[in-house]
């Protein structure tokens, strides 16, 4: 049977997959048209709005609805490209025959939880078509159906994608008696727990537990983490109020988590890091830091810290800020005979200041995940990321002080060169100051900040001639691609916080913490502990994702301040980063650079970690670092 699948399903598949490939990037293009659009008309509006008086009417809900054509008719690019964001590590432990089995389930959830999703979406656009004059937009009165439409399309092109990566994935299935056998006894083993639970009258949190648990299983057994969201919560949904009714609430929460304004956040912020990294900022942010730096016992280690913390300050990636580094400084490094220990180990930490210096794509996250200012959370990572760029250079200052050889002095520049070095930092801090000087005074939303920040990424980018037509075009397809996933864990995280809500998981787990009597202080160090071993395994916003929901109840109930409490959540998560053995940014680094050893790696990276956990009992020590800025909004 696995030898006449495998060769029945090769034949139609490239043609098949030829065509795909075509309607996909033709979709690409048009899902990166709409991102431009969207950031154009952010950012006219403003200017309209302050300049003149005239802002345009209904841009937010325009921006709005281009959101579902800019995030989900990128998402089968994303299939084909294999975008997908998964946790590997225990697949490395089977054989790869098991790994083949694994990545067949894989696509098979998918395929069924983005049908369903197109099956309601469709039936939804159905119905708004028959009541196309009471079913439009709020300000504007545009008809919606076009752009459920719009949504179908999106996630019908994608499930295509799926089936015939599912189809193909079966090939390499030796065995396909047993994969067929193992999803028998899969589906056996659903539909007995599905009539157990309506004989024994398991209550909703015994449902929310057990599918919560399994979705921790499939997603370590290497399902892409948006898969697996929204088949567990389908699933969940389903299993809690019926088949009709969760499919329509489906169907809703699809079309409004890509049609939110506020999402728009997303997409825009990563548009303005696409231009940023195609600038040449980050080897311009190395320079300047190297002038002032360089001279010094582990100066250009320092330097990599500053430009570590320049570059963060407008791209707001971790993983980003590593690659970057890694291709500036470590050469540098090496030429001027740095211990490969403190040259790997500062590249890996100075990348986790990309997360905490605001623009932070998790602050973003942790504000619609919880309905918290984004604006606050951008302010109060502001301190924080300076506190940590000490703790970093007072580290350095440390070792090399102990033991010369690690980090000798480089050259002496001169007063004239290390002011002319300046100006090649004009544009980060520019465009800090435009985005924070912004959100600060009230000029703009964060969702305008990250349209008026990627308009000004590209005027940077063009004016120093390092951005040209290819990498505009580029850059839009990149966005477009990490945006469709984006959305796509977002969407698969509020149908599991729907389901989640249903269960009343997060309100039994506040009230049993709570109800304990344990130092609100002993709890919270617990959490963040759970944060730093997650960080090692979950990229930081699947993880925020999967424990936002079911924690920060938790949080609030025991009293501490929901901000100072998300700069803790983001840092002591991207400590888990670079904690060895796993964690993403010690990967980027080895992926990175070619030759770089993985224990060399790790015996540089633990004097940071040491720093970390010092800046991280600051924090906790003084809220006021955190929340001062904020306060003064």
Known sequence: MGVLMQSDTKKPIPRIEAGLGSVSS?????????MGLMMMMTTVDVAGRYLFNHPIKGAYELVGLMLICASTWGLAYCQIRKSHITINVLLKLFSPGIRAILNSFGYLIGLIGISLIFWRVSVLAKKYIAIADTGVSDTLGLPLYPFMLALAVGTGVFAIAILIDFVRSLGWVKNTRFFLLSLIIISGIGLAGWLLGGVFTLDRAAIGLILTAILLVILF??????????????GGLVWVTGFKPSLTSIALIAFESTTNYSFAVIPLFLLMSAFVSRSGIGRD????ARAWLGHLRGGLAMATVGGSGLFAACVGSSFAGVVAMAKVAY??????????TLSAGVIAAGGTLGILIPPSMAFVLI???TNVSIGKLFMAGILPGLFQILFYIGTIYILCRRNPSLGPGGPKTDFKQKAGSLKLTWPVILLF??????????????????????????????ASRQLNRTGFFESLLDTGRSAAMMILLLMGAFIFIQFLALTRIPNTASEFIVGLGLPRYSVLIVILLVYIILGMFFDIFSMLILTVPVLFPTVLALGFDPIWYGVLMVRVAEIGCVTPP??????????????????????????????????IALLIAVPSISTFLPSLM
Not at 593 to 614: H, K, N, Q, W
């Open 331 to 340: 050469p540098e490094m090496k030429r001027f005979k740095y211990a490969d």
């Open 285 to 288: 942010a190395y320079e300047t």
């Open 26 to 34: 033709a979709m690409a293009t048009v899902a990166a048209v709409f």
């Open 221 to 234: 057994l290497g399902v892409p983490i948006g898969f697996g969201f929204i088949m567990v919560a389908i």
């Open 433 to 462: 100051l435009l985005i924070m000087g912004g959100i600060y005074g009230g000029v703009f939303t964060p969702t305008e900040a990250g349209g008026v920040g990627a308009f000004g990424a590209l005027v940077i980018g063009l």
């Open 582 to 615: 796993y964690g993403i940014n010690l990967f980027a680094f080895v992926a990175t650079v070619e030759g770089a050893s993985v224990g060399t790696l790790y015996r540089g990276v633990i004097p940071f970690l040491m720093a970390d956990f010092l800046n």
């Open 367 to 369: 504000g619609i995940l």
